[in-house]
């Protein structure tokens, strides 16, 4: 693994010091917030639209749940998603603090820059993992089950980037483990639409944190990191298609095995033209439209909230 001794200079830095965190949080509460990610919500949003898709699409197929309780469990969803990605984030940066403090992008993290200890973040951490413990035993007991079996996953992940070049396949299990824990709070089992949709998910993860990671290509080859934006380069928008193909493809297999109305099928097919501009128009070298296309997927999973939201009112017209 190549070893280096100053910050590669990147003209990058993704703690920028003029955002709401700096302008209204007291100081020493900054790092911690900044630890979460709570300025840069993304990563929340693609962490929580599977939990919702399996909700929606589980709750208006099930006779016995009111929609006020399906509400209700979005909120919490909603709450544990902003939890678990900060605790996600945590996990990873304790675990990148000394590969982040060798690129100039990541120095001024709070881990590598000492504004945070490491045993701060530890105890931090373990209060996050907590508060995201006390909303998921909101849930029955099912959901629970299922929910605490994601955290290997979620602690390998940080570790994958040094092994395999296809550590987005890891994030492709972790992100999209709320399709099987939202089936499971509605139903109280993990149903094959369910299945369907969580493999979904991981496609569609393969196909956004590869486009992202193309950002940080030449920072990952100088410190000896994989990606699937180094394994497969300048085919990358060839795979991407691929792997959005089959993201849409097993979201339409999950609606047929939940008897969805036709409708669904149709507002699917449209939402997928989103995937399709995304690949169209990427430009690998340049980290803006990388960055700009890769936050794009939380448009492209209202559009499929939308449709199975929408699917269902016109069935019960």
């Given amino acids: 693994m190549t070893q280096v001794n100053q910050p ?16 209204f949080v007291p100081a020493p509460a900054r790092p911690y917030l900044k630890l979460l990610r709570l300025d840069r919500p993304i990563g929340t949003w693609l962490l929580l639209l599977p939990c919702w898709w399996s909700t929606a699409m589980a709750g208006g197929i099930t006779a016995d749940i009111t929609a006020k309780q399906i509400v209700i469990m979005m909120a919490l969803f909603g709450v544990g998603a902003l939890i678990m990605r900060g605790a996600g984030c945590v996990i990873n940066d304790l675990a990148d603090r000394n590969f982040d403090g060798k690129v100039e992008r990541t120095t001024t993290r709070p881990l ?56 987005q396949a890891c994030l492709g299990l972790a992100f999209n483990w709320g399709a099987l824990v ?92 989103h995937l399709g501009w995304q690949v169209a128009t990427v430009k690998l070298d340049d980290a803006a439209n990388c960055l700009k296309r890769f936050k794009s997927n939380r448009d492209y999973g209202l559009l499929v909230l939308g449709a199975i939201v929408i699917s269902h009112l016109i069935a019960i017209a």
């Fill in 8 to 23: 590669i200079q990147t003209g990058k830095n993704d703690m920028p010091q003029d955002g709401w965190i700096d302008r």
């Fill in 112 to 167: 590598p820059s000492g504004q945070v200890k490491v045993w701060q973040a530890l105890l931090f951490l373990g209060v996050i993992l907590l508060l995201g413990l006390a909303i998921l035993v909101q849930f029955r007991i099912e959901a629970i089950i299922v929910g605490v079996c994601s955290l290997p996953i979620i602690i390998t992940y940080p570790f994958m980037k040094r092994v395999t070049y296809w550590p």
């Fill in 182 to 273: 939202g089936w499971t709070a509605v139903t109280g089992t993990v149903e094959p639409a369910a299945i369907a949709m969580y493999a979904a998910g991981f496609f569609w993860t393969l196909g956004y944190d590869t486009i992202y990671a193309h950002q940080d290509k030449d920072d990952d080859e100088k410190i000896g990191l994989k990606s699937l934006a180094l394994r497969l380069g300048d085919a990358t928008p060839k795979w991407a298609k691929g792997f959005y193909t089959m993201t849409t493809l097993l979201l339409g297999v999950a609606g047929m095995l939940a008897d969805l109305h036709w409708s669904y099928f149709v507002l699917l097919g449209l939402a997928g033209i």
